[in-house]
Each structure stands twice: as C-alpha cells, then as structure tokens.
C-alpha cells in the first residue's frame, strides 16, 4: 500500500514560486503514473498535471500550461510541483495521485487509486 505525503505549499505573493513535494512510501512508485490535482473553496478537484513512469511523457491543464513543471526523482521516490507565475486563480488545496496502471484518461479523478492528504497554497494578490 502506498502512502503520499505532499509538502511545500504555503501562502506567496501573487507573481512568485512554490515547489511541491510528493513523497511515497509503502513501496517504490518508479513503475507508476503520477498526477497533480488541485481543489479550490467551492470547487470541484480539477486535473493539474501528470508524469508517466519513467518522466518521459508529461501533461498539463491549459490553465496551468508554460508556467507549472511536474517532474519525478524515482530513486528518492517522491513526484515535485513546480509552480511559478502564481495568481490567485492558483489557490487550492494540492493532491498528489497515482496509480499502477496505464492512467488513459489521465486527467479524470477515477483513473488513480491512490492520493495523499494534500497541502494548501495560497497566493495574495
């Protein structure tokens, strides 16, 4: 079984950085895909971005294209967030996910089986 811990989010001023961290335990995650949820107050969780298993392959929502990087370190077993060019628009809670199996519909809640607790960002406009 595994189990994700997100951290690095926080309160920064609209137009700055955040890196976030996703760090699993419980077995080694090298072999499966990886996403980044977000969930806004009054909002449904919404697809952020996602890596494939070997971080060859990677997606991003349009809102957050050009400005956010997903990336893995598979030997420290941990998935990042790379966020810059921060709005408003940004503040959420932050969900790590992921799944052993071929993620198709990689943007969709339901193709991952496993999620962490979450970490919230808040951007000051």
């Known amino acids: 079984q595994v189990h994700l811990e997100e951290s690095g989010g926080g309160l920064v001023q609209a137009g700055g950085s955040l890196t976030l961290s996703c760090a699993a335990s419980?077995?080694?995650?090298?072999?499966?895909?990886m996403a980044w949820f977000r969930q806004a107050p009054g909002k449904e969780r919404e697809f952020v971005a996602r890596?494939?298993?070997?971080?060859?392959?990677?997606q991003y929502a349009d809102s957050v294209e050009g400005r956010f990087t997903i990336s893995r370190d598979n030997a420290k077993n941990t998935v990042y967030l790379q966020m810059n060019s921060l709005n408003a628009e940004d503040t959420a809670i932050y969900y790590c996910a992921g799944t052993p199996y071929y993620a198709r519909i990689y943007y969709k809640e339901q193709s991952y089986d496993y999620w962490g607790q979450g970490t919230q960002v808040t951007v000051s406009s």
């Open positions: 890596i494939s298993a070997a971080g060859a392959l990677t």
């Open positions: 419980g077995r080694t995650i090298s072999s499966d895909s």
